[in-house]
């Protein structure tokens, strides 16, 4: 069985193949459960928790089914490694994501090791939030830190992710300062950060640590149909969908503060 510190067994709740959204080129994108944050407009609910999660069959709401299941690390290359002539030929790879890689850290590290040996680029989609110690070892592991800023207040961050943005922050400016590749991503999300005051409130904390360039990723409820099938409430059920045309406002705040921003 799995568990935060095993480094050759993983829990893993999908492996997506041909992701185009998860880093340069063609990806494969490895989603590893568990994650400190419970964020409102979470997609994978499920993968909150690090423990298997019973979900109902959309079909046969009385039969119910885990939503995850235990890896060998050989497994997880194996399968990554079947589309290694797409990633030479996109300039692709292998994209780790969640939840939050980095609750499975150990496992993380090892399959990331594994990947660097056969040649393969790598990405990590992060919350930030994780031990320094942690983030820095995976950091100095990976071609690739991509990292969400959820909220730029702290206790509005609490509000909605359950946790403040202190340590996140902490981990960005540290992942800023070694100067490898760090893409800043933003989830534009209606009632939470997505009005103008908070565009020019997120480019007031990030411009000065020298971030020139962020993406944005508009809400959408491609998870809502999940929370049904956990039992679960979702707090933006009925929140609409935002779409890039809704956000040039929005981005023209960034580019009026020298922050380049592109969904």
Excluded at 87 to 97: I, P
Excluded at 103 to 128: D, K, M, N, P, Y
Excluded at 241 to 252: F, I, K, N, R, W
């Amino acid at each position: 069985m799995v568990s935060k510190v095993s480094s050759n067994v993983g829990r893993i709740f999908d492996i997506q193949k041909f992701s185009l959204h998860d880093g340069p080129g063609i990806r494969t994108v490895v989603f590893l459960k568990g994650c400190p944050m419970a964020c409102a407009w979470c997609s994978n609910p499920g993968s909150q928790k690090l423990q298997v999660v019973q979900v109902a069959d959309g079909l046969h709401p009385d039969l119910h089914g885990p939503d995850s299941r235990d890896y060998a690390l050989d497994e997880v290359v194996a399968t990554c490694l079947q589309d290694l002539p797409f990633y030479e030929e996109s300039g692709g790879g292998v994209t780790l994501s969640g939840g939050e890689a980095m609750v499975q850290h150990r496992f993380t590290s090892s399959l990331l090791a594994a990947l660097r040996e056969q040649g393969i680029h790598t990405a990590i989609e992060t919350t930030g939030y994780a031990a320094p110690a942690i983030f820095e070892r995976i950091l100095g592991e990976v071609d690739l830190l991509i990292i969400d800023v959820k909220h730029w207040d702290r206790d509005q961050h609490r509000r909605w992710t359950g946790v403040d943005n202190d340590l996140p922050l902490q981990n960005l400016r540290t992942a800023l300062a070694a100067e490898g590749p760090v893409l800043v991503r933003i989830p534009v999300i209606p009632g939470v950060n997505a009005s103008l005051d908070d565009a020019t409130a997120f480019c007031r904390l990030l411009a000065p640590m020298g971030v020139r360039e962020v993406q944005l990723l508009p809400f959408h409820q491609f998870g809502e149909r999940k929370y049904e099938l956990l039992g679960w409430d979702y707090a933006m059920s009925g929140v609409s969908a935002l779409h890039e045309e809704d956000l040039g406002p929005y981005m023209a705040v960034f580019r009026e503060h020298g922050v380049r921003a592109f969904v």
